[in-house]
């Protein structure tokens, strides 16, 4: 079946149906009628981009398009070979930035960040990109084993289509189609643009076996040239981190560092969580630093240091070492504010679902994962 026109992979999430058209008829119409010597002159794609002044008013409104490769998927069974755009010189567009953002105070805040990130490594060439968001504004964490995975997905779709259909600064926008396309919650957020090589998709919550398929193997090739984000695999019911590079892909560590190695642009990065007994937050917005902050015992967000690629392990400890010390902080300091953050936590928790802890059995915990 088709929903509009960009056909679905999996189940529609609006029309509830099975189907599986890996959107050929969409994603090879550019080579339909395309001559052998225009053919060759097509992937040589170019990236242009032009400022065009509105009638009667002083704005500019920025306008991009480019012309890419032919689309089709050649013999339908195995994947084109993913490429990366050419890089291109360009003047100033709405998401262009002198000094990187702060942290963002809302999560629509946080997805246009995303997408002004995005669309600058996309101009640079990066046409796979990995982002993460900040969930737990939208969902609360901790009820996850009382709502499973699902009511992860469903209380922050929403948030990822606002996400998607802010990419290319909004321009050309048709609609923004929405697809389940696994039985856990691969999701693809596909962005249907008037100019076919506008078209975008978003695989938010991606597993590990439905990125393996040969399915989505094969609509990665032949979305060529166009923006192919995954989001938040960190969070996925199988989850894994792009910055492993396949080392937690269990028996499918080959194709895991193949993926992780074509998606390892890390373009839009927050993430706050523990870490030695410090509440911790990673944040990276292409094309600057790694920044970690920390919330310090007075409850003030400060800097910890900030890095060209993600810190490992080893960097942040010695980081927090040298600040503890310069502050005389000692462990019981840490761990006494770490227990009152955790009480404020499950009280928070309790009073958006009262009592459900004590009503979950064993059993149905396990359901719900």
């Known amino acids: 079946s088709r929903c509009g026109r960009q056909p679905c992979i999996g189940v ?7 189907s599986f058209n890996v959107m050929v008829s969409r994603l090879a119409a550019p080579m339909a009628s395309c001559p052998s010597n225009e053919r060759r002159a ?21 306008v991009l398009s480019f012309v890419g490769p032919s689309a089709t998927a050649r013999g339908g069974a195995t994947a084109a070979p993913l490429r990366r755009a050419p890089v291109v010189a360009a003047t100033a567009f709405a998401w262009d930035l002198d000094e990187p953002p702060q942290l963002p105070q809302s999560p629509e805040e946080m997805t246009q960040q995303a997408a002004d990130a995005v669309m600058r490594a996309y101009r640079t060439g990066a046409t796979r990109q990995s982002v993460r968001f900040r969930l737990d504004q939208l969902f609360d964490m901790d009820s996850i084993y009382l709502k499973g995975n699902k009511g992860l997905l469903n209380a922050t779709l929403e948030t990822m289509e606002g996400f998607t259909r802010k990419l290319w600064g909004g321009e050309s926008l048709q609609k923004i189609r929405t697809s389940l396309v696994d039985e856990d919650t691969s999701t693809l957020i596909y962005r249907v643009a008037e100019n076919k090589m506008q078209d975008a998709a978003v695989i938010y919550l991606p597993g590990r076996e439905f990125l393996a398929e040969a399915k989505t193997q094969i609509f990665m090739g032949n ?9 938040n695999t960190e969070n996925s019911p199988s989850a894994f981190q792009i910055g492993n590079m396949g080392k937690d892909w269990l028996d499918l560590t080959d194709i895991g560092f193949k993926m992780c190695n074509t998606f390892k642009e890390q ?12 509440k911790m937050t990673t944040f990276r917005v292409f094309p600057f630093k790694w920044q970690i902050f920390i919330e310090t015992l007075d409850y003030k967000t400060i800097k910890l240091g900030e890095w060209d690629v993600k810190p490992n392990y080893d960097q942040l400890i010695e980081k927090i070492q040298a600040y503890e010390e310069e502050n005389d902080i000692i462990p019981l300091k840490k761990v006494g504010k770490m227990l009152k953050d955790f009480r404020g936590d499950e009280e928070a928790s309790e009073a958006a679902n009262p009592g459900w ?7 149905d915990i396990l359901d719900k994962r």
């Open 267 to 278: 373009s839009y990065y927050l993430s706050i969580g523990p870490f030695s007994q410090w």
């Open 357 to 363: 802890r004590n009503q979950q059995s064993s059993d």
């Open 12 to 18: 529609c999430l609006h029309h509830k149906t099975l």
């Open 223 to 231: 979305m060529r040239d166009r923006l192919l984000v995954l989001a």
């Open 42 to 62: 097509t992937r040589r794609s170019t990236f242009k981009f032009l400022c065009v002044a509105a009638a009667g008013s002083a704005a500019l409104r920025s």
